[in-house]
Structures are given as C-alpha cells and as structure tokens.
T-cell receptor, first 116, second 112 residues
Framework: AQSVAQPEDQVNVAEGNPLTVKCTYSVSGNPYLFWYVQYPNRGLQFLLKYITGDNLVKGSYGFEAEFNKSQTSFHLKKPSALVSDSALYFCAVRVYSGAGSYQLTFGKGTKLSVIP | NAGVTQTPKFRVLKTGQSMTLLCAQDMNHEYMYWYRQDPGMGLRLIHYSVGEGTTAKGEVPDGYNVSRLKKQNFLLGLESAAPSQTSVYFC???????????FGQGTRLTVV
C-alpha cells in the first residue's frame, strides 16, 4: 500500500536548537510529498511540498524539508526551533486512487515540543 | 477571505440520530475532502470529490454519505450515529491534484 510513516510520536527539542521531524514514504513512481502543521484546536496548515526539482524544499515559517530518494525519506527541518513551533506535524503523500483521481494520505503525526 | 468553513463547530448526538456536516469553500476549488482525526490515528479520508456532482469513497467510508450538488459545498451525512463516530471531522479543498489542500477549522462530534 502507498503510504507515509512518521516513526516518532513525539519530538522534544530545546529552543534555539535545530529540529528534525522524520517522514518516510512508500509509493510507486515519483512521490508528491507534503508537510502540514496543526496547532491546538485548529485545522491543518500547509508548510511545504515536494513535486519535483531540488531535493531541498523551503517552506513557511523557516521550515525546510529534504527529499532523499535512496532513503525514501522526506524529513522536516528547521535550523533554530522556537517555542511557537510546538504543534502537531503531519507528513502526507499524494496517492493515485483510480479513474484519474488522487487523494492525500497522511501519516499519524508527530507532536513537537520546543522547550524554553 | 473565508477559505474553508465548516458548520457546526461542535455537536453532541445520541446514538441513532442523524446529522449533516456542511463544508463550504470560496476558492473555486475542484477537489474537496472529508477526513476524521482520532488520537494516534492521524487523519483518515472518509470521502472525497473531484468535481461538482462526483463523489468517491476514501479509506473509512462506512456509516457516512456525501453529496456535492454545488461546487462550493460538500456535505457529510451520518444516517445513524454510533459512538465509534465520535471524532474531529475536517473538510479540505484543493484546486488541483498536485496543489496543497486548505483545511477548515474542524467539527468536534460526540456521539453518546
């Protein structure tokens, strides 16, 4: 089955330190990958996406993600974490669902806590 | 700039009752989706639509029905609510299969 996996339920990082939230994917063909963030009691907000091109993708709020085809990974990164980055992060992949249709399949989410 | 609006934001139902959740988007998007979010499960796709008048089943469609009579609206119906349908429901839309989805604020549904 085509899917994404987020191996860590929770990531803790000190404010000012670099952060990484991991995502691996399993799809046939070229993957279309996305990262979303969810703050408490809110909907999901788009951060960035990889469709094709440079393996390093830059997104909103200083986040970036590195696409690695050999490791089938798409890890989310930020050089210096802020307390306000504390949220739930979701990786997603576009999956072909037949008859010319596509859908987004999400990972289970990783809770990021940035400690002051 | 409303984006994606879900109605209602909260609801408590008794087992066996029915209800309809409304999703409205003002971005002229073709694609619309309904997800449910449960602790430890991430988001799971219930149903989706690739255009006005079309609907398709997602990962967890049982117990739900949908309709897309107008391009801007996507309705999710529960005919006979069950406690297992207690969840937070999110609607989303996108203008193309390759572009990002925009999400509503969610509907917290409790079935007792």
């Amino acid at each position: 089955a085509q899917s994404v996996a987020q191996p860590e339920d929770q990531v803790n990082v000190a404010e000012g330190n670099p952060l990484t939230v991991k995502c691996t994917y399993s799809v046939s063909g070229n993957p279309y990958l996305f990262w979303y963030v969810q703050y408490p009691n809110r909907g999901l907000q788009f951060l960035l996406k990889y469709i094709t091109g440079d393996n390093l993708v830059k997104g909103s709020y200083g986040f970036e993600a590195e696409f690695n085809k050999s490791q089938t990974s798409f890890h989310l990164k930020k050089p210096s974490a802020l307390v306000s980055d504390s949220a739930l992060y979701f990786c997603a992949v576009r999956v072909y669902s037949g008859a010319g249709s596509y859908q987004l399949t999400f990972g289970k989410g990783t809770k990021l806590s940035v400690i002051p | 700039n409303a984006g994606v609006t879900q109605t209602p934001k909260f609801r408590v139902l008794k087992t066996g009752q029915s209800m309809t959740l409304l999703c409205a988007q003002d971005m002229n998007h073709e694609y619309m989706y309904w997800y449910r979010q449960d602790p430890g499960m991430g988001l799971r796709l219930i149903h989706y639509s690739v255009g006005e008048g079309t609907t398709a089943k997602g990962e967890v469609p049982d117990g739900y029905n949908v309709s897309r009579l107008k391009k801007q609206n996507f309705l999710l119906g529960l005919e006979s609510a069950a406690p297992s349908q207690t969840s937070v429901y999110f609607c989303a839309s996108s203008d193309h299969r390759d572009t990002e989805a925009f999400f509503g604020q969610g509907t917290r549904l409790t079935v007792v």
